[in-house]
Structure formats: C-alpha cells, structure tokens
C-alpha cells in the first residue's frame, strides 16, 4: 500500500521559513518523480517543486523564484521542500505526489498524472 506522509506545516511570519517533508512508502522504483503542490482556498491548485528521483533534476514553479528548495534523502524515501522567505501569499495547503517521471517543467503542470497523493500540511504565512 502506498503512503505519502507530509509533515511540517505551520504558521510563521512574513520572511519565515519552513521545512516541509514526505515520507514515501509502498512506492516501486517505477514511480521517479515527486512533486510538491499547493492549494490556497478558493485557488486553484499549483505545482511548486518537482525532483526526478534518479538524476535530482529539480523543477520550480515562477513564483518560487529561488525561494525554496526540494530535495531528497539518500533513501530516496523522503522528499523535503525548504521554504524560506516566506510571503502571505505562500499560505496553502501543501501536498506531495508521486508520478512515474518527469523530465522538464511540465511536471509542474501535470496534477492529472500524479498517482498518488499525501493528505496535506498546512502553511500559514502572516505579515
């Protein structure tokens, strides 16, 4: 069975930061790409941060704009995304998924063709 844990949410002030984690089990190796996603009420949901598992090529969405950060354990089996400087605008629920790859920044754009989905951690940014 296959679970993806988000962990780390939480409120912080303008220019604070925040490490995200997903803890992944139950996946094979077919699935190679994990993503970070966001959904703020009334949104609609955007790809954040991207990683091909096997390369580490890294992928961000515009707004992230050096900003943040997404990784991975020499595991494989966490995928983390460091959040600094963070904005208001940046309050969302946060979600991690797996897909089997991505190769460019279409993976950003591709909710559709991620398989699975963690529960989400909320982040709440105030100024």
């Known amino acids: 069975q296959v679970q993806l844990v988000e962990s780390g949410g939480d409120s912080v002030q303008t220019g604070g930061s925040l490490r995200l984690s997903c803890a992944a089990s139950g996946l094979t190796f077919s699935y190679d790409c994990m993503g970070w996603f966001r959904q703020a009420p009334g949104k609609e949901r955007e790809g954040v941060a991207t990683?091909?598992?096997?390369?580490?090529?890294?992928y961000y969405g515009d707004f992230v704009k050096g900003r943040f950060t997404i990784s991975q354990d020499s595991r494989k089996t966490t995928v983390y995304l460091q959040m600094n400087s963070l904005k208001p605008e940046d309050t969302a629920m946060y979600y991690c998924a797996a897909k089997k790859y991505c190769y460019s920044r279409d993976s950003l754009a591709a909710a559709d063709e991620y398989s699975y989905w963690g529960q989400g951690t909320q982040v709440t940014v105030s100024s």
């Open positions: 990683i091909n598992i096997s390369n580490r090529d890294t």
